[in-house]
């Protein structure tokens, strides 16, 4: 069974910085791609950052220059490095991975860290 487990959320002021992590664990082959996503309800999910080892590292617009994704891939971690947050980051936060094993093809999500930018 694969599982992924983030940590790192919490309250912060604006202008504050967070990391988050995300660990894969199971039998996993390999991961093609993994990141994060956030959502607040009442709201469409919205991508955050992506680290794909087709297409390399991708940012939603609302972060681009405020955030750095990085992956460790022998522990089949990843990290999302939050700089400058604002009130308009404060969401849950979501770890997805696009992974491979023997006969199967799925992507997979954390249960969410929530993250809080007080003004």
């Known amino acids: 069974q694969v599982q992924l487990v983030e940590s790192g959320g919490g309250l912060v002021q604006a202008g504050g910085s967070l990391r988050l992590s995300c660990r894969a664990s199971?039998?996993?082959?390999?991961?093609?791609?993994m990141g994060w996503y956030r959502h607040v309800p009442g709201k469409e999910r919205e991508l955050v950052a992506l680290?794909?080892?087709?297409?390399?590292?991708t940012y939603g617009d609302s972060v681009k220059g405020r955030c750095t994704i990085y992956r460790e891939k022998a522990n089949n971690t990843v990290y999302l490095q939050m700089n400058d947050l604002r009130p308009e980051d404060t969401a849950t936060y979501f770890c997805?991975?696009?992974?491979?094993?023997?006969?199967?093809?799925?992507?997979?999500w954390g249960l969410g860290t929530q993250v809080t930018v007080a003004s």
């Open positions: 199971g039998a996993i082959l390999v991961i093609t791609s």
């Open positions: 997805y991975g696009h992974m491979l094993g023997n006969f199967w093809d799925s992507d997979q």
């Open positions: 680290s794909s080892i087709v297409t390399g590292e």
